[in-house]
C-alpha cells in the first residue's frame, strides 16, 4: 500500500512539472527554468517506472502454495506400491531377497540352542519385562501410536507428528498383511508345541502351527524404525531400537517364536517400512492419482483424408 501511495504522489508531481514545463516552454526567458523542469521530469519519470516494475513482480515474490495430498490416497498408494515391489525388482533386489531367505533358512539351525538358553536363565527381572515386549508388539499398539500421532497433529497443527502418524499407519498395514499371509502359508510350529522347529502345517489355521514369522516383533520394528528416522538426537534412536529389542528377546523367553521367526519379521518390517517412508515421501505434494493420469492420458487426433478418417491416440 504505501508503495501505491508512493507512486501516487510521483505520479502527481509528474503531472504538476509537466505542466510546469510547458508553461516555461512558453516564456522564451525562461529557459535554464524549462531545462531544469525537464531535468527533474526525467528523475520523476525513471523511478515512477522502477515502482511500476516493482509492483509488476509482486506474484513471482508470494508462489502459490503447494497443497498435500490426502492421507487416505497416500497411504493406499503407499500399500499398493510396497506390495507389487518385485514387479520393479532388478537383479541386485532378487538377489537382496534371497540372501534373507538364505540367511533366515540357515539361523534354523540355532534356534534349539537358543531356545534352550532362554529356557535356563529366567529371572524375576525379565519376568516383569516380558509383558512390556509382549505389549509394544500388539495390534492395538500399533493403533495407539498410529492414532495417537495423527490426533495429535490435528489437534496441536503439527504437520510433523500428523506425517508420522501416516508413516506408521501405512507401514503397520503392509508389513503386517505380507507377514499374516506367510504366517497362515507357511504354518510352522511355535517352540511351546515342543515338536522341533522343523514342524510345518500349511494353512492349519491353529495358532500353535503360526509360528514363522513373528508378528510382534514385525509392529515393535516398525515403531521403532519410523520413530528413530523421525527424529535426531542419537538417545532416542537407541531407546526406540531398545523397544524392539526387548519385545525380540520376551518371545523367545516365553517360547512363542523361534529365533529365525523374529529375525526374518524383522527383515519384513525393514524392507517394507523402508519402501513405504520413501514412497510417501515422494506423493507428499504429487497427488499418485494425478499423477497416474498425466502419465496414461491420452489425446485423439481426428485427421481426414480422402481415403476416410483417421484417428490417432497420443499417450
Known amino acids: 500500500m504505501k508503495c501505491l501511495n508512493s507512486l501516487t504522489i510521483k505520479l502527481l508531481l509528474l503531472l504538476v512539472f509537466s505542466a510546469s514545463a510547458n508553461m516555461l516552454a512558453q516564456n522564451p526567458d525562461s529557459l535554464q527554468l524549462h531545462n531544469t523542469a525537464n ?6 519519470k525513471n523511478t515512477a517506472v522502477k515502482n511500476v516494475d516493482f509492483t509488476s513482480n509482486l506474484d513471482s515474490l508470494n508462489p502459490p502454495q503447494k497443497h498435500k495430498t490426502n492421507a487416505l490416497i497416500r497411504v493406499a498408494d503407499a500399500f499398493v506400491y510396497t506390495a507389487i515391489s518385485p514387479v ?3 537383479g541386485k533386489d532378487w538377489t537382496t531377497a534371497a540372501a534373507t531367505v538364505g540367511g533366515a533358512a540357515v539361523l534354523t539351525l540355532v534356534d534349539e540352542p537358543i531356545k534352550d538358553f532362554w529356557d535356563h536363565n529366567h529371572s524375576p527381572l525379565l519376568d516383569d519385562l516380558e509383558p512390556l515386549g509382549f505389549h509394544n508388539g500388539k495390534p492395538y499398539a500399533a493403533m495407539v501410536m498410529t492414532g495417537g500421532f495423527y490426533v495429535t497433529g490435528w489437534i496441536f497443527k503439527s504437520e510433523w507428528a500428523k506425517e508420522t502418524g501416516i508413516i506408521l499407519g501405512a507401514s503397520y498395514l503392509t508389513s503386517g498383511a ?3 499371509i506367510m504366517k497362515s502359508a507357511v504354518g510352522r ?6 515338536v522341533g522347529n522343523y514342524k510345518f502345517k500349511p494353512f492349519f489355521g491353529d495358532p500353535a502351527y503360526s509360528s514363522f514369522p513373528s508378528g510382534h516383533i ?3 520394528l516398525v515403531t521403532s524404525m519410523v520413530l528413530a528416522r523421525r527424529v535426531e538426537n542419537p538417545w532416542l534412536k537407541g531407546a526406540f531400537y531398545a523397544g ?3 519385545t525380540m528377546a520376551s518371545r523367545m523367553y516365553v517360547d512363542a517364536h523361534w529365533f529365525s521367526d523374529l529375525v526374518f519379521g524383522a527383515a519384513i518390517s525393514y524392507f517394507c517400512t523402508d519402501t513405504v517412508m520413501k514412497r510417501l515421501e515422494k506423493t507428499a505434494y504429487d497427488n499418485p492419482i494425478k ?5 496414461h492420458k491420452i489425446s485423439w487426433q481426428v485427421n481426414p483424408n480422402f481415403r476416410g478418417i483417421g484417428i490417432v491416440g497420443t499417450f
Open 189 to 194: 510350529a511355535r517352540p511351546s508345541t515342543d
Open 244 to 246: 524392539a529389542g526387548v
Open 39 to 44: 531535468d527533474t521530469l526525467s528523475v520523476i
Open 88 to 90: 520393479r525388482w532388478k
Open 291 to 295: 499423477a497416474l493420469e498425466r502419465k
Open 218 to 220: 514385525q509392529i515393535a
Open 178 to 180: 505380507l507377514q499374516t
